[in-house]
């Protein structure tokens, strides 16, 4: 699922600041659980959903939206086969279903009531790093992208941008490995997007933050909007491949996968020879539709 990034940042600035959301939570948390069916949801949660759906794409999205000013704020808990991640003082979930491939939870967006707004950079780094401790503790493994190099966040003082690595775009890029929390200079030169990837048997997590700097003191303080995207399997390698032949991923991926590996390797041999050192205990997950 892509965001709106400006719409929901704009609904975020308006109305994030509130000074009783450290309060505790008297409304019983929402729980989801990855591919069970969207009916499993609905039926046990007291907290209730908004629905809408779009015939003709048969898609249907099942949300929950609240003020990040409300007093009290339901939690939300996320289960797989394996693992329960507690999430405090969720604002928005939103579910999409695919109907054409069934009616399971496949893809869920949870955002976060975050700190109030102009509260410091420093305070923000520090609640998005126990975030971090907190979905590592559940079972949570940090995740490289297929194409990507395995540089370890050790390597950070020999990666000189925060964008790139030896000139190739990365997307689990070192300066965001959740092994290795980096400083403040670094953090503030990422800008505006941070993205950090987990993976959980099978199930894929991207935590994501957007910075918004103040105006007084854009150095010091700023404001951000935190969401968690939760994928299945299929979800996830689905996106690896053409919108018109996704009905056909497990066909198409192994050649996808065997280009990104070569790509992962020419990074990697270039990296090695400039002194950087690669994390070659990491093996990709393996992929269970390919078990079966």
């Not at 200079?185 to 103040?214: E, M, Q």
């Not at 990104?260 to 041999?269: A, D, P, V």
Request: glycine share 2%.
């Amino acid at each position: 699922m892509k965001f709106n990034w400006l719409i929901i940042a704009c609904v975020f600035l308006s109305a994030c600041n509130d000074s009783d959301s450290n309060m505790n939570n008297k409304i019983p948390p929402t729980e989801i659980t990855l591919n069970a069916t969207i009916q499993n949801t609905l039926d046990k949660n007291s907290n209730k959903f908004s629905s809408a759906c779009m015939k003709d794409l048969e898609l249907c999205w099942y949300k929950i939206n609240k003020s990040a000013n409300d007093k009290c704020l339901p939690d939300t808990i996320i289960t797989t086969d394996s693992s329960s991640l507690h999430l405090n003082q969720t604002t928005n979930i939103t579910i999409v279903v695919d109907e054409r491939v069934g009616n399971q939870v496949e893809d869920i967006d949870v955002t976060l009531r975050g700190l109030p707004d102009n509260s410091t950079h420093e305070q923000y780094k520090t609640f998005i790093y126990q975030l971090i401790e907190s979905i590592k503790s559940s079972g949570w493994e940090h995740y490289y992208f297929v194409e990507d190099p395995r540089i370890p966040g050790s390597q950070v003082l020999k990666i000189d941008s925060p964008d790139n690595v030896l000139g190739y775009h990365v997307s689990s890029h070192p300066w965001l490995d959740p092994e290795y929390p980096i400083d403040i200079d670094c953090w503030l030169k990422i800008s505006p997007f941070y993205n950090w990837y987990f993976y959980n048997d099978g199930v894929h997590l991207n935590l994501k933050a957007w910075r918004h700097d103040s105006k007084d003191n854009p150095t010091k303080t700023g404001t951000y909007l935190i969401t968690l995207e939760f994928l299945s399997e299929r979800e996830f390698w689905k996106s690896s491949i053409p919108e018109n032949e996704r009905n056909r991923w497990t066909d198409l991926l192994p050649e996808k996968l065997n280009s990104f590996h070569q790509t992962r390797l020419i990074i990697e041999q270039k990296a090695r020879a400039a002194g950087i050192e690669i994390d070659e205990s990491y093996h990709d997950p393996s992929i269970k539709a390919f078990e079966q």
